[in-house]
């Protein structure tokens, strides 16, 4: 759904790193059935990447109808002429930063920590911008008629 912006951990965070994911996979989440795994938590804000690393996204939890993504943004935005036009309707927050999203339809909608937006399926739009450091919360439903994406 978004460009992909962050930086560096605020003092007042723990400095516990989030659990490392798998090389070659940006969502690279267990794909074990939850009955059969233990508890699993960790904390947002906490082990971003560095801005050098580029935008970061990782998949926090993966089910069948439901996907839950961090993304970590350092000033990034989808380029001018793409567009997100996805088969399932997401929602997304910002946790720590700002950004804007731009919409199809020419509407824009700024954000800032602890804002949040519902987008349904199919609904063009973009990243405008964000700020430095900038970490989204977004929860993917599953696609019509199928699995989360």
């Not at 993966?62 to 929602?91: K, L, T």
């Not at 919409?103 to 954000?111: I, L, N, Q, V």
């Not at 349904?120 to 993917?140: E, F, I, N, Q």
């Amino acid at each position: 759904m978004l460009a992909r912006p962050h930086q560096g951990v605020p003092a007042t965070v723990p400095e516990d790193p989030a659990p490392a994911l798998p090389a070659g996979r940006p969502d690279a989440s267990p794909q074990v059935p939850l009955a059969d795994a233990p508890p699993m938590a960790g904390n947002l804000l906490a082990g971003l990447p560095a801005r050098e690393a580029g935008e970061a996204f990782q998949t926090l939890f993966r089910g069948a109808a439901v996907r839950i993504e961090r993304i970590v943004s350092h000033g990034h935005a989808s380029p001018e002429d793409f567009w997100y036009d996805q088969p399932a309707d997401e929602w997304v927050m910002v946790v720590h930063g700002e950004a804007v999203l731009a919409f199809g339809d020419g509407r824009r909608h700024a954000m800032r920590a602890g804002d949040w937006v519902a987008i349904p399926a199919h609904c063009r739009h973009r990243v405008a911008s964000t700020g430095p450091d900038t970490v989204w919360l977004a929860v993917h439903a599953e696609a019509r008629g199928g699995r989360a994406p």
